[in-house]
C-alpha cells in the first residue's frame, strides 16, 4: 500500500442490490444524524457479510435515479452524467428530524429507482483501516473465514482443486500467514465459485457492467473491489 497517500483520508462503502430498497423503510432518523468514529468494528459473524461491521449512516451515501421528493432538491451534493443524484445520510436525517421529509416520501416503487444505498462502515480514515474493514479482517487474528474448506467440507469441491481465481493466486501465495491467507482466498474466488459464497476481487478501478453507475459517484477511484459473481454486491475502498 505504499504507493497511496498514507495522509489521505479512505473509507468503504458497500452496495447490495438485493437490499438497497428495504434498507429505507427501516431508517432511524438518529442514526442517520449521529457522529460515529473510530476505528472499525466487528459485531460478529462468520461470515463476509455486512451485518458484521458498525454502520456509519450519516456518511453513507443515497444514490437516486430520480429525486422525486421536492425536499431532496436542496440536499443533493452532486448528480453524474447520467444524472443519478447523490444524498447523504446526514442530510437526510435532519430533514427527517426537521419534518420537511418523510419516510414515506422516501419509499421506493416496483423498479427501486430511488435511492441506493451505498452503506459506508465505521473507520478510521486511514487506509489500513479501510483495507480491514473491505477484507473482513477487522478482528483479526479472530473470526477469520475459510471458504475453500468449507465448499470442500460441504462436497463442492475436493481438496486438491482451488477455488481461487489463479490472477491473485500468486500474490496471496506470499502470505506467511495461513489462516489470513485462507481468509483472502475467499475474497478472490474464480467467478463460478463466488456464486456460492465469499467473493470475486475484480482488481483496482474494475466494476461489473450493471454496477457501472457508481463509478462516477463519490466511490470512485477505487482501490479494491469485491463483488459475487452475480453482481449484486459490491465492496469498494475509495
Not at 500474490?171 to 465459485?193: E, F, K, M, P, S
Request: charged share 25%.
Amino acid at each position: 500500500m505504499a504507493e497511496f497517500d498514507a495522509a489521505g483520508t479512505y473509507a468503504v462503502f458497500h452496495y447490495d442490490d438485493e437490499t438497497a430498497g428495504e434498507a429505507i423503510e427501516d431508517l432511524d432518523p438518529g442514526e442517520l444524524v449521529a457522529d460515529v468514529n473510530g476505528r472499525s468494528g466487528d459485531l460478529g459473524g462468520d461470515r463476509l457479510h455486512p451485518d458484521r461491521w458498525v454502520p456509519d449512516l450519516a456518511r453513507s451515501a443515497f444514490v437516486a435515479t430520480q429525486v422525486r421528493p421536492s425536499a431532496l432538491q436542496p440536499l443533493i451534493t452532486a448528480t453524474t452524467d447520467d444524472d443519478r443524484a447523490v444524498v447523504w445520510g446526514r442530510d437526510i436525517g435532519q430533514a427527517l428530524k426537521a419534518g420537511s421529509l418523510s419516510l414515506d416520501e422516501l419509499t421506493p416503487d416496483g423498479y427501486r429507482q430511488y435511492p441506493h444505498l451505498l452503506l459506508r462502515p465505521r473507520t478510521d480514515g486511514s487506509l489500513l483501516d479501510a483495507m480491514r474493514a473491505a477484507t473482513w479482517t477487522m478482528s483479526a487474528p479472530d473470526d477469520l473465514c475459510d471458504i475453500g474448506a468449507s465448499l470442500v467440507r460441504h462436497g463442492y469441491v475436493t481438496s486438491e482443486v482451488s477455488v481461487v481465481d489463479t490472477r491473485w493466486e500468486p500474490t496471496l501465495d506470499q502470505i506467511g500467514d495461513d489462516a489470513l491467507r485462507r481468509h483472502l482466498h475467499g475474497l478472490c474466488l474464480d467467478a463460478r465459485w463466488a456464486r456460492i459464497a465469499g467473493a470475486h476481487f475484480l482488481g483496482p478501478g474494475e466494476c461489473p457492467g450493471p454496477q457501472m453507475w457508481i463509478l462516477p459517484s463519490p466511490v470512485a477511484n477505487t482501490i479494491v473491489r469485491s463483488c459475487d459473481a452475480q453482481a449484486t454486491h459490491l465492496t469498494g475502498v475509495p
